[in-house]
T-cell receptor, first 111, second 111 residues
Framework: KQEVTQIPAALSVPEGENLVLNCSFT??????LQWFRQDPGKGLTSLLL?????REQTSGRLNASLDKSSGRSTLYIAASQPGDSATYLC??????????FGAGTQVVVTP | EAEVAQSPRYKITEKSQAVAFWCDPI?????LYWYRQILGQGPELLVQ????????DSQLPKDRFSAERLKGVDSTLKIQPAELGDSAMYLC?????????FGPGTRLTVT
């Protein structure tokens, strides 16, 4: 069974600092890797999807990389803002589309 | 922008009562998922539908949970009887290919 781990569990940074969020998975046969944002008490918002043939995706201040051989993905958020405060979850997809989630990293960006 | 709709947003019920959640996926999305998210953890898949057929319900507690998607469009998840341990966020997602899009969720509290 695929296991997904996110470290650290919580992170606090001052505004303007770059964020680096880590995700590791045990099964290199992962199909896709998806990063989500979740605000307290809300649903999940998809941030980036890295398909199996890709190594990274970028959207605005966000960049995510995927290294299947080492079982790791990293989400970079440049020049963090207080509005970036949320929980960030990564999830690996198998060929059936089933997502296996990590427990998330709770981020606080202080003004 | 098309969204996944869920209702109710919040539900408080007493132990041993029945409760039902509804999900309307993005139009045209053939795949529908129900997830359960316990506070502080990542979502876990309960059931996956492809059109009206169940693809994966291996993690669904079938003695008390049931799910249906009769016409391959909207879906209902039912719990009967509810237990204290069922308190969680219930999330619905839909997909037409690689990426899953989540609804706002239903927060269930069992007292």
């Amino acid at each position: 069974k695929q296991e997904v781990t996110q470290i650290p569990a919580a992170l606090s940074v001052p505004e303007g600092e770059n964020l680096v969020l880590n995700c590791s998975f045990t099964d290199s046969a992962i199909y896709n890797l998806q990063w989500f944002r979740q605000d307290p008490g809300k649903g999940l918002t998809s941030l980036l999807l890295i398909q199996s043939s890709q190594r990274e995706q970028t959207s605005g201040r966000l960049n995510a990389s995927l290294d299947k051989s080492s079982g790791r993905s990293t989400l970079y958020i440049a020049a963090s803002q207080p509005g970036d405060s949320a929980t960030y979850l990564c999830a690996g997809t198998d060929s059936w589309g089933k997502l296996q989630f990590g427990a998330g990293t709770q981020v606080v960006v202080t003004p | 922008e098309a969204e996944v709709a869920q209702s109710p947003r919040y539900k408080i019920t007493e132990k041993s009562q029945a409760v039902a959640f509804w999900c309307d996926p993005i139009s045209g999305h053939a795949t529908l998922y129900w997830y359960r998210q316990i506070l502080g953890q990542g979502p876990e898949l309960l059931v996956q539908f492809q059109d009206e057929s169940v693809v994966d319900d291996s993690q669904l507690p079938k003695d008390r949970f049931s799910a249906e998607r009769l016409k391959g469009v909207d879906s209902t998840l039912k719990i009967q009887p509810a237990e204290l341990g069922d308190s969680a966020m219930y999330l619905c997602a839909s997909s037409d290919s690689y990426e899953q899009y989540f609804g706002p969720g239903t927060r269930l509290t069992v007292t």
